[in-house]
């Protein structure tokens, strides 16, 4: 069995196909969204809800959003010792393997793991290095609009069709705009930003909040402590998502033991996030001129993310597009079904037709060139562009490069990637040398071709025009590779790490919860938690089962009264 992997920024799911339709597999405490939090306590890992809430006591041993830096040289410290974010990530991936291997009663060691459409060739890999270290092998790496257009079902439509993915999440807004011709999905152009989603609307509300509250607050903004000021982020949080069904929603916050409530409506709150929706359109647009395509060409706007919930999202896209947006699935699991039917294609599973993926180039592949001054000479440090940015890959493309005078005898090919027009700002991925024979510039052409694979590998040759001959380089991404010897070697040094078995899972996050309560009261108050803590504590090592699920319930009865 191949399952399928969203592995997310915030949270991560896996899912696999029954046969019928994709299933998506609760984790050890029966959700579905596994929080992409990894917290390290001695040889223990946790990941998941447990992480989360122990992420709020112990900041030093636990690490979020790590999906930022996936192959890039950051590193996390937990605990002392220090991380990569694909190591971080082979934690969640550990985790979501055991939970489907409970849950589907058999081994699993395949997966389907998505990225964003943005992520470039390192990226891919360092996520692909992650799924080994957690012991599974990623049969492929998928763009996670291409999985949500394929949960959409769009491998069925007859026509051909252009299909724009709208992924607004927590923090990072991407748009995707793919083409099925046939059986072939293609990614025509993929746009975003990376510093917009949910959480900017909910700032929203916190200003508006202390706009309304200000002159009634014991304690000016300026002066609130972090944890105050998380609270009232978080009651933000909850107003915000009780206008899914409401007109209006209040929130409310206790600063210094007092409670300070008000309501908004849906209306004002939609006014004054104005300028976040203007900010949505930019990437729409883009995206669009990317694609070459008009508004009015988009047959089908699928959604994807958490905050497309929100209802003036909703509208922004049916007043843009004149249309509604598809919204049957879950946008929370879109790309985790998305996944677990391109699992099934893969083991070619019947009740499912099979689509050829094509992907684009994230970014501009072009080489250094001179160009010549107006008053003559050269002026180096300029860039040509092989293949340029959301090319349909697999892409191959050839630009001839002419030697600067009649006695130049080789000429050196840089290989850049990035988008900026001078050669210094880009990244340099690898240089090449050729000998030229004598003769006069404009017949001492070289043909520098770039072939760019559908696993982000890129060749490069560069020919002689006029003897033929070559030389040949293949550039495997801008990170170090770790061979096979040394992801074994990198797996046996994590093992020391558990993942604790999952029974003592359900425990621990209410441990940690009481722990985090005890840490938030005072007085009284945390002599009531601390007895509830220990009298929990003291039924665990009992060892006695039945003892043990009386005192979890009891305990977490009383959380939950007093959060
Ligand atoms: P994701 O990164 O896709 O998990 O999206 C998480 C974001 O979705 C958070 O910022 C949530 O606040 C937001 N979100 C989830 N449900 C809703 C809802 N009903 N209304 C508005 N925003 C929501």
Same mark, same amino acid.
């Given at each position: ?210 706009? *309304? @509250?200000?002159?009634?607050? #014991?304690?000016? =903004?300026?002066?609130? !402590?972090?944890?105050?000021? %998380?609270?009232?982020?978080? &009651? ?82 049916? *007043? @843009?597009?004149?249309?509604? #947006?598809?919204? =049957?699935?879950?946008? !929370?699991?879109?790309?985790? %079904?998305?996944?677990?039917? &391109? ?83 880009? @990244? ?136």
């Amino acid at each position: 069995m191949i399952i399928g992997i969203d592995l997310g920024t915030t949270n991560s799911l896996v899912s696999y196909f029954n046969g019928e339709e994709t299933v998506i597999i609760p984790n050890r405490l029966g959700g579905v969204l596994t929080p992409s939090v990894v917290s390290v306590e001695g040889d223990n890992i946790y990941t998941g809800e447990v992480a989360k809430e122990r992420m709020l006591l112990h900041p030093d041993e636990s690490a979020a959003v790590f999906k930022r830096s996936m192959g890039s040289d950051m590193r996390y410290k937990l605990g002392g010792k220090e991380y990569r974010s694909e190591e971080l990530s082979s934690f969640i991936l550990r985790s979501l393997k055991e939970d489907a291997e409970e849950f589907l009663h058999e081994e699993v060691t395949e997966a389907v793991i998505s990225v964003p459409a943005y992520f470039n060739d390192a990226r891919r890999k360092a996520t692909k290095r992650a799924g080994e270290l957690a012991g599974l092998q990623v049969e492929r790496i998928i763009s996670e609009p291409t999985a949500a257009a394929i949960a959409y079902g769009l491998y069925e439509m007859n026509d051909d069709a252009k299909v724009l993915v709208f992924d607004l999440g927590g923090g990072t807004f991407d748009v995707s705009i793919l083409e099925l011709s046939g059986t072939i999905l293609e990614v025509r152009a993929v746009a975003g930003d990376n510093y917009l989603g949910g959480e900017d609307f909910t700032a929203r509300l916190v200003d508006m909040w202390f706009d *309304k @509250l200000k002159k009634d607050l #014991p304690v000016k =903004r300026e002066d609130m !402590d972090d944890k105050t000021l %998380r609270h009232i982020h978080k &009651q933000a949080e909850i107003c915000k998502l009780g206008f899914t069904e409401e007109r209006s929603s209040s929130m409310r916050c206790v600063i210094n033991e007092q409670e300070y409530e008000c309501s908004f409506m849906r209306d004002e709150y939609e006014r004054r996030c104005e300028d976040l929706l203007e900010r949505i359109r930019i990437p729409v647009r883009k995206s669009l001129q990317d694609a070459r395509l008009k508004l009015t060409e988009i047959d089908k706007v699928v959604m994807v993310g958490g905050s497309t919930r929100l209802h003036m999202i909703r509208s922004l896209v049916a *007043k @843009l597009f004149r249309f509604m #947006p598809d919204t =049957r699935i879950n946008p !929370d699991e879109a790309v985790a %079904r998305g996944c677990a039917i &391109q699992a099934a294609m893969k083991e070619r599973r019947e009740g499912i037709r099979e689509v050829i993926l094509t992907d684009v180039c994230p970014f501009t592949l072009s080489t250094e060139v001179s160009i010549e001054r107006e008053g003559g000479g050269f002026e180096s440090g300029h860039v040509c562009p092989i293949i340029e940015r959301n090319t349909v890959i697999p892409a191959s493309r050839t630009e001839t490069l002419y030697p600067l005078r009649d006695d130049q005898r080789s000429i050196r090919v840089k290989v850049l990637q990035g988008e900026s027009r001078f050669a210094a700002n880009n @990244l340099l991925l690898g240089e090449l040398e050729i000998d030229l024979p004598k003769g006069k510039t404009e017949e001492n052409g070289v043909d520098v071709t770039y072939t760019y694979d559908i696993n982000s590998i890129l060749e490069v040759i560069v020919k002689v025009r006029r003897t033929g001959e070559s030389v040949k380089q293949i550039l495997k991404g801008t990170d170090v590779d770790m061979s096979d010897e040394e992801i074994a070697k990198r797996m046996e040094e994590l093992a020391y790490l558990k993942i604790p078995p999952r029974e003592q899972e359900k425990n621990k996050l209410l441990l940690v919860r009481g722990e985090r309560l005890y840490e938030e009261n005072f007085g009284d108050d945390r002599m009531v938690i601390e007895q509830y803590i220990r009298r929990f504590e003291m039924a665990l090592n009992s060892q006695d089962p039945v003892r043990i699920d009386e005192a979890r319930e009891e305990f977490r009865e009383f959380l939950e009264e007093w959060e």
